[in-house]
């Protein structure tokens, strides 16, 4: 058996997925075939934003990933590096 | 064909259907409804490949099969040995 927290955090993120996987969904896929006068759509930004919100999530995941990468590369340096 | 090169295959085949049906290449004259459902496709797989990555992560999180007692069995095992050698001259 997971611990307790591990078992929080887990299905935390299954849930987490689901919704933005079905919101997601439903944002790209569903609402174009329902007539623009239907109250779901005030739920939902215009769709540019389904285009724009992932592509910029993409690029800060990458951005934070390669900033870890640097971070703990010049925190692996060997000390006693001479440099002319 | 490796892998890779079987993953890359298939999402060009992919990518290529995209582009055609964009672009109407076919000539084939679909509404705009259709054509909007066309166009945010890739980003779509993206955000779905991304959101059952992060899905299946959380499942393995949550199973994963912590054997307490082992741990600590093990722990007293390292222990043991520790002494053990360092009682032998052995110095860790």
Redesign the interface.
Known sequence: ???RT??V??????V???V??IY??IW??IL??IDSDHIIHKYFLP?EY??II??AA?LFLLLFVGLFITYVMLKNRKPAKKTN | MTKLEQWMSTLLVLMLIWLCLVQDLLNLGYSK?FH??IL??P??L???AG??A??T??????????CEEAAQELFMQIQEAQADLASKGLIL
């Open positions: 058996m997971a611990t591990d078992q955090v887990g299905f935390g993120l299954v987490f997925s689901l933005i996987f997601y969904t790209v896929i174009p075939f769709r389904a285009i992932p592509l993409g | 409804k909007d459902v945010p496709l980003v779509y993206l955000v779905t959101s059952y992060l899905g992560l959380g499942l393995r999180l949550a199973n994963f099969n912590d």
